[in-house]
């Protein structure tokens, strides 16, 4: 496709850059190092594959056949498999969710357009600690720690 001279590889490269840049810094925080988890957007998985071991998760159906890494649903994964899973679209109940999937210090990362507070409330809510906030635009990219009480 093109709009205005530019590729439709192009525009997705300017949307998504900022957000890979931000997740990076906030797993380089957390110092995970090993496979991390991507749920629901087969863009950034693709993106973040090239530095690190990645399994997409919960892709729709179209963007799973076309994805070249691992994919697996949610239900899939081992619990604590994953030293970080990165997460779009995050709910109070997603994240409770996701938190199963990384050992006790493991990082969560929830890639959000929203408000930073309302981002900030649903990864306290789910029992995460360490919290860090990073932006870009209206982009808001914020990460905590899984803890087992």
């Given amino acids: 496709m093109e709009l205005i001279g530019y590729s439709a590889a192009m525009l997705d490269g300017l949307f998504i850059t900022p957000a890979v840049t931000l997740i990076?810094?906030?797993?380089?925080?957390?110092?995970?190092?090993?496979?991390?988890?991507?749920?629901?957007?087969?863009?950034?998985?693709?993106?973040l594959a090239d530095k690190r071991e990645v399994i997409a998760v919960d892709l729709p159906p179209r963007a799973a056949?076309?994805?070249?890494?691992k994919v697996a649903t949610l239900d899939e994964l081992v619990p604590g498999s994953v030293v970080a899973v990165v997460g779009v679209l995050a709910t109070d109940a997603k994240v409770t969710a996701w938190m199963r999937l990384v050992p006790d210090?493991?990082?969560?990362?929830t890639v959000d357009r929203n408000d930073a507070v309302e981002?900030?409330?649903?990864?306290?809510?789910?029992?995460?600690?360490?919290?860090?906030?990073?932006k870009s635009g209206r982009l808001v990219v914020t990460s905590g720690r899984a803890t087992d009480y």
């Fill in 24 to 47: 990076d810094e906030a797993l380089a925080a957390a110092k995970a190092s090993g496979a991390i988890a991507v749920v629901g957007s087969a863009r950034l998985a693709k993106a």
């Fill in 65 to 69: 056949k076309k994805h070249a890494g």
């Fill in 105 to 109: 210090g493991g990082a969560i990362v």
């Fill in 119 to 134: 981002a900030s409330r649903r990864v306290l809510c789910a029992g995460l600690r360490a919290l860090e906030q990073r």
